[in-house]
C-alpha cells in the first residue's frame, strides 16, 4: 500500500498567519493527490484535487503544490472558519489511503 | 445539491454482520461510483472500497473477504455489509461518491454514522 505521511499532525495557528501542511508519498503517484477539510458535525469537503486544482467555491487563500512526492497545501491567511481537521488523499495506487490528518487549532 | 445519508445500527456484536446504507437525495446513484470510508478512533481514514452503479466493486484487499457492497437503483441507495465484525471494526463510517474509478476525487461526502463493535 502506498503509505502517506502527514505533517505536522496539529498545529496552532493566529487568525492571519500563513500555514502549510505537508503529506509524503512513500512512492510517485504522479499528481493524484486530494486535501479535504473536515469539520465537526459537517462531512469532509474537497478542496483541492488533482495535486493542485481548487474546487470551484473554495476561498482563493487555499492554494497547494507538489514536488516529486511531496505534496504541500498552503492556506495564506488564516481566517476563523479554516479551524478544522485536514486530510490528504492518494488515488493512484488501490487501496488508495489516505494520511493521517492535521489538526489546524486557534492559538 | 447531492446530499448523502449514512444509516445503520450503532452498536454491533462481535462476529455479527455490519449493514449500513447509504441514502443519495438530490441526484441519482446512477453514473457515479459510490466509496465506502471508515474512520477508526485515533487512526487514519480508511478506504474500504467502491461500487459503481452498474454493480462493478473494488475493495480493499484488508476487508476484501468480508465485505460486499451493493447498489440499489430504484430506492437511490448503497449499502455495505461486512461480516465478522471485531472490535476493530469501530469506526466511523462515511460514504461518499466518485467520479471515476481512478485518480478522481470524492464530493460529496456523507455526514458519517459511528459503529461500535462491542458485545
Known amino acids: 500500500d502506498i503509505q502517506m505521511t502527514q505533517s505536522p499532525s496539529s498545529l496552532s495557528a493566529s487568525v492571519g498567519d500563513r500555514v502549510t501542511i505537508t503529506c509524503r508519498a512513500t512512492q510517485s503517484i504522479a499528481t493524484n493527490l486530494n486535501w479535504y477539510q473536515h469539520k465537526p458535525g459537517q462531512p469532509p469537503t474537497v478542496l483541492i484535487y488533482?495535486?493542485?486544482i481548487v474546487q470551484s467555491g473554495v476561498p482563493s487563500r487555499f492554494s497547494a503544490s507538489a514536488s516529486g512526492t511531496e505534496f504541500s497545501l498552503t492556506i495564506s491567511s488564516l481566517q476563523p472558519e479554516d479551524f478544522a481537521t485536514y486530510y490528504c488523499?492518494?488515488?493512484?495506487?488501490?487501496?488508495?489511503?489516505f494520511g493521517q490528518g492535521t489538526r489546524l487549532e486557534i492559538k | 445539491q447531492v446530499q448523502l445519508q449514512e444509516s445503520g445500527p450503532g452498536l454491533v456484536k462481535p462476529s455479527e454482520t455490519l449493514a449500513l446504507t447509504c441514502t443519495v437525495s438530490?441526484?441519482?446513484?446512477?453514473?457515479?461510483?459510490w466509496t465506502w470510508i471508515r474512520q477508526p478512533p485515533g487512526k487514519p481514514m480508511e478506504w474500504i472500497g467502491y461500487?459503481?452503479?452498474?454493480?462493478?466493486?473494488n475493495y480493499n484487499p484488508s476487508l476484501k473477504s468480508r465485505i460486499t457492497m451493493s447498489v440499489d437503483t430504484s430506492r437511490n441507495e448503497v449499502s455495505l455489509k461486512l461480516n465478522s465484525v471485531t472490535e476493530a471494526d469501530t469506526a466511523v463510517y462515511y460514504c461518499?461518491?466518485?467520479?471515476?474509478?481512478?485518480?478522481?476525487?470524492?464530493?460529496?461526502w456523507g455526514l458519517g454514522t459511528q459503529v461500535t463493535v462491542s458485545s
Open positions: 461518499a461518491r466518485d467520479r471515476s474509478a481512478w485518480g478522481s476525487f470524492l464530493d460529496p
Open positions: 488533482a495535486a493542485s
Open positions: 438530490g441526484g441519482s446513484v446512477n453514473k457515479y461510483y
Open positions: 488523499h492518494q488515488t493512484f495506487g488501490f487501496p488508495f489511503t
Open positions: 461500487i459503481f452503479y452498474s454493480g462493478t466493486t
